[in-house]
């Protein structure tokens, strides 16, 4: 059972940064070869898909919303991931959640929630104006 958790969110002013954080474990398959993922979820909006890393191989992929702002990382010594995020907008406040798995997934599919099964308790990240 791979678990997963999140840490860094934070309350900051528009234009700031901020860096989250994922540890995983458990893991009884590979920290690798995994697609790991981060997504956020407001209050009475769907859940979004942000950010997207294949651990096997380091391809990165983001939604457009975030793109040239957020940045996807990951440290596997520390079976880490990070998200990056810069130049912080109102509309980025979110619950932001961790997520992965095994599935083998294409570019159509890398930010779909419903592809994940292992999930964080989220950490939340707010964005005053």
């Known amino acids: 059972q791979v678990q997963l958790v999140e840490s860094g969110g934070g309350s900051v002013q528009a234009g700031g940064s901020l860096r989250l954080s994922c540890v995983a474990s458990?893991?009884?398959?590979?920290?690798?070869?995994?697609?790991m993922g981060w997504f956020r979820q407001a209050p009475g909006k769907e859940r979004e898909g942000v950010a997207g890393?294949?651990?096997?191989?380091?391809?990165?992929y983001y939604a457009d919303s975030v793109k040239g702002r957020f940045t996807i990382s990951q440290d596997n010594a520390k079976n880490t991931l990070y998200l990056q995020m810069n130049s912080l907008k109102p509309e980025d406040t979110a619950m932001y959640y961790c997520?992965?798995?095994?599935?083998?997934?294409?570019?159509?599919?890398?930010?779909?929630?419903?592809?994940?099964?292992?999930w964080g308790q989220g950490t939340q990240v707010t964005v005053s104006s």
């Open positions: 890393i294949y651990t096997g191989g380091g391809s990165t």
């Open positions: 997520a992965a798995t095994y599935l083998r997934l294409g570019d159509y599919d890398r930010l779909d929630s419903y592809k994940y099964n292992y």
């Open positions: 458990g893991y009884t398959y590979s920290y690798y070869y995994m697609y």
